[in-house]
Nanobody, 123 residues
Framework: QVRLEESGGGSVQAGGSLRLTCVADGFVNWWYGMAWFRQSPGKEREGVALIDQNQTIRYSASARGRFVLTKDNAKHTLYLEMNNLKPEDTGTYSC?????????????????WGQGTEVTVSS
């Protein structure tokens, strides 16, 4: 029903920046929430930033102040600008979307997922 494709990952040194992009197609409308998650080996998938159907944005404590989430509603495209990257930001970043979703746990349980894009931050 919904397809998501992430891009923009790469390898950077600590302090560098990356901009991730998530493009959604299929049946996506204004009421869809969208979110970025990340996961490193041996750890649980962690919510990074989300935007709900009311355009309310929430960041994780780690992301707050360094990352900026934006959304192009017309194109159903989600962006994550990541600044001052740290080694602990390393992981697979995945985009999730779903109708009316506004909580990380709801995305985990009922969201649509992309394949992910790899981010590696070296010290």
């Amino acid at each position: 029903q919904v397809r998501l494709e992430e891009s923009g990952g790469g390898s950077v040194q600590a302090g560098g920046s990356l901009r991730l992009t998530c493009v959604a197609d299929g049946f996506v409308n204004w009421w869809y929430g969208m979110a970025w998650f990340r996961q490193s080996p041996g750890k649980e998938r962690e919510g990074v930033a989300l935007i709900d159907q009311n355009q309310t944005i929430r960041y994780s404590a780690s992301a707050r102040g360094r990352f900026v989430l934006t959304k192009d509603n017309a194109k159903h495209t989600l962006y994550l600008e990541m600044n001052n990257l740290k080694p602990e930001d390393t992981g697979t970043y995945s985009c999730a979307a779903g109708f009316g979703l506004s909580r990380y746990d709801d995305f985990k349980n009922r969201g649509h997922w992309g394949q992910g894009t790899e981010v590696t931050v070296s010290s």
